[in-house]
């Protein structure tokens, strides 16, 4: 039973879908005015932990991740740059767009642009209009808070001091400043703007989100995500004008990460203390690694950075793979039945862990646990070439969901296996001749051999 901690109802509850074993799941994506951070990673690597485990687990996850296209910044950005809004952001798509791949981040099943969603949005604001939860004031449209009465639900906002009819332009504000928020700005001089039934503006940020959510997730979807700071407004604003607009409940998980800190203090563009990706590959670091730290911490846990702990997280991803890359052996002795009784004692942990508001730490320490009982199972030599192949196969198992493993072509033809197990037999009866005959053949075909106490590892290295 998968449980997962919901900000709307506070606490753990079991995850049951809509519909069965089909997951629909929207997570807020960035606005793409320049390179993402390592602390927008930390949300989206939390959110492919997620995708992964839920597939692992057997459900068809169907994904949105909205792409914001424009909003101040990227309209700002363009005009400094005295460039096309499209131009400005495509260049920014494209990048974040590496860097996932960079990250092994999973690809959404749809990444929407805002400003190809127009129409969505001025449907759902004509439909607030009707049902009096939107008026106009200077041509642009409010959502009036007062008119919903859940309003607060998910973030637990104090309403008694609001004043009725207050508002707010700005996508982003503080708690302090709850007031009725922006659903259509009206157009203004040398801006990007739309022709609409609604008039000539642009959209809020907020209503973005629920347009496209509901238009490929439908009006009622399992899970939401994002990072603790989209709590307030943003996904407080998004139930508002969905639930306002259909009727009905929104959504029903809400999974939120706690930030990634630096000093104590939240990594943002704002406070100037962040790194992009980039800067951490130029100094070197493996990307493998920066997936490792941010998925490590469990992800409602606050993570600080440091580039020490990249540097831990640098050396565990080469111990892990390290251990599995040795896993090309031809064991001679014979099968340990005990290895394939602890694999699945750490699967059944490992699943324990996730299954448990995606407790990654002790998932993890099923698997390392593991790595040290293989370890001794292997230096005493009771390890069969099975017990091999099913650790190997464990290992590659697990990371289609944590995404760590270097893999490299290691595989090798049956006829080359026998080979190796040939002079194997060879080198047991004293049969050195036909032994090192083996051994030069297979040198030929670019596979060399290392003879261990307990069997033969073999790699395979390319020519130059
Ligand atoms: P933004 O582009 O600012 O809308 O942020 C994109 C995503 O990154 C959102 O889900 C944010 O909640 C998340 N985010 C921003 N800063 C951090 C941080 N320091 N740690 C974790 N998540 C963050
Ligand atoms: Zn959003």
């Known amino acids: 039973m998968i449980r997962f901690y919901n900000t709307l109802t506070k606490r753990k509850e079991e995850f049951i879908p809509i519909e069965d074993k089909i997951v629909k799941l929207y997570t807020c994506g960035p606005t793409v005015y320049d390179l993402a951070h390592i602390g927008n990673f930390r949300a989206y690597v939390f959110e492919d932990l997620l995708h992964r485990y839920l597939e692992y687990r057997g459900y068809k996850v169907i994904r949105v991740m909205n792409i914001t296209d424009v909003d101040d910044k990227t309209i700002n950005g363009a005009k400094s740059q005295g460039i096309s809004l499209r131009e400005y952001t495509d260049r920014y798509i494209k990048i974040f767009l590496e860097d996932m791949e960079t990250l092994r981040l999973k690809k959404p099943d749809f990444l929407p642009r805002a400003t190809e969603h127009i129409n969505e949005m001025v449907e759902l604001i004509k439909k607030l209009l009707e049902k009096g939860y939107a008026y106009y004031k200077d041509n642009s449209i409010y959502f009036s808070i007062s008119k919903f009465s859940s309003y607060g639900k998910l973030s637990g906002i104090d309403l008694s001091q609001i004043k009725v009819g207050a508002r707010v332009d700005t996508d982003e504000y503080e708690k302090e400043d709850v007031r009725d928020f922006v659903l259509w700005k009206s157009a203004k001089e040398k801006e990007v703007w739309w022709e609409t039934e609604i008039g000539k503006g642009r959209p809020g940020w907020h209503i973005e989100c ?255």
């Not at 990249?310 to 040795?326: H, I, M, P, R, S």
């Not at 190796?420 to 090192?436: C, G, L, P, Q, S």
Request: proline share 2%; hydrophobic share 35%; glycine share 6%.
């Open 210 to 464: 629920s347009a496209m959510s509901m238009k490929y997730l439908g009006e009622t979807f399992d899970i939401h995500t994002g990072g603790v700071d989209n709590i307030f407004p943003h996904h407080e604003n998004e139930i508002a004008q969905s639930e306002s607009a259909t009727g009905k409940k929104f959504v029903n998980y809400w999974l939120h990460c706690a930030h990634l800190l630096v000093n104590g203090e939240k990594m943002s563009k704002s406070k100037g203390n962040f790194y992009t990706l980039r800067d951490l590959l130029n100094k070197g670091y493996n990307p493998v690694a920066i997936r490792y730290l941010l998925l490590s911490t469990h992800y409602r846990d606050p993570l600080n950075f440091t580039e020490k702990s990249l540097k831990q997280a640098e050396n565990t991803v080469k111990n892990y793979n390290e251990f599995y890359q040795g896993l090309n052996i031809c064991a001679s002795r014979k099968y340990n039945p005990e290895i394939k009784k602890e694999i699945e004692k750490a699967k059944e942990r490992f699943i324990k862990g996730l299954d448990d508001d995606l407790n990654i730490s002790f998932a993890l320490s099923s698997i390392f646990n593991l790595i040290k009982i293989v370890n001794i199972f292997f230096s005493k030599g009771e390890f069969g070439a099975e017990n091999v192949k099913e650790v190997k196969e464990f290992i590659e198992e697990i990371d289609s969901v944590l995404c760590i493993i270097e893999k490299k072509e290691e595989f090798l033809p049956e006829n080359i296996l026998n080979l190796i197990k040939e002079r194997e037999i060879a080198r047991n009866k004293k049969d050195y001749k036909r032994a090192d005959e083996i051994r030069n053949i297979l040198k030929e075909k670019g596979i060399f051999l290392e003879d261990t106490p307990y069997g033969t590892r073999w790699k395979k290295i390319t020519k130059t």
